[in-house]
């Protein structure tokens, strides 16, 4: 089974509203962290954002926002107030099991993004 | 967030020869790094975690000796490609483990990407 999955290969927003990229993992480790990553056309891959699964609220970091709802196994990052800059491949990855479990780290297969003005 | 410099950013080659590509963990001491593979509009996939004074760990289906690992310092590994193939072509990209911070987050290099002729 795949450990993550994006299921929305490409994406297309409006300039400054808020769009939503899915993502589901799969896991039984009760211990686990989840992560998004933003790629530019340029190659690298920029952390965006991350929760864990113990914690209790949504993870936030200025307009990205991770709606986490455990018992349906689902990380949705929200992109708020989208702008140009936005357009990029986004991934979502999963780290199982404790942090220092750096050989755990799965990613999904991606969701490409394109925000028009 | 952690630096990590990867060089070059892209190489081309002709067939049957091999090329090294540097990763470097600029403000960190990393005993562990990986490196991943991304196909064209695919998702990343671990090839193998490089070691400081060990062999490297590869995954399964990945030739070790096509591929050779070297970690000679905490600050340094290498990925040298040998005899390359055009079915090598591809976009190399190394990550650091941070270690010691609570999201426990890759930090990824700016990435390779090799075309073999």
């Known amino acids: 089974a795949q450990k993550i999955t994006q299921t929305q290969p490409g994406m297309f927003v409006q300039e400054k509203e808020a769009v939503t990229l899915d993502c589901t993992y799969d896991?039984?480790?009760?211990?686990?962290?989840l992560f998004w990553y933003k790629q530019p056309s340029s190659g690298e891959m920029i952390f965006l954002i991350y929760?864990?699964?113990?914690?209790?609220q949504n993870a936030t970091e200025g307009r990205y926002s991770l709606n986490f709802q455990k018992a349906r196994k689902s990380a949705n990052l929200v992109i708020s107030a989208s702008q140009l800059g936005d357009s990029a491949m986004y991934f979502c990855a999963m780290r199982e099991g404790l942090k220092d479990n750096f050989n755990k780290f799965y990613f999904g297969s991606g969701t490409k993004l394109n925000v028009k003005p | 967030g952690a630096v990590v410099s990867q060089h070059p950013s892209w190489v081309i080659c002709k067939s049957g020869t091999s090329v090294k590509i540097e990763c470097r963990s600029l403000d960190f001491q990393a005993t562990t790094m990986f490196w991943y593979r991304q196909f064209p509009k695919q998702s990343l996939m671990l090839m193998a975690t490089?070691?400081?004074?060990?062999?490297?760990?590869?995954e399964q289906g990945v030739e070790k000796d096509k591929f050779l690992i070297n970690h000679a310092s905490l600050t340094l590994s290498t990925l040298t490609v040998t005899s390359a193939h055009p079915e090598d072509s591809s976009f190399y990209i190394c990550?650091?483990?941070?270690?010691?911070?609570?999201?426990?987050?890759?930090?990824f290099g700016e990435g390779s990407r090799l075309t073999v002729l």
């Open positions: 990550s650091v483990p941070p270690g010691g911070r609570s999201t426990g987050e890759l930090f």
């Open positions: 929760q864990g699964s113990y914690d209790q």
């Open positions: 490089s070691n400081e004074g060990s062999k490297a760990t590869y």
């Open positions: 896991t039984s480790d009760p211990s686990y962290g």
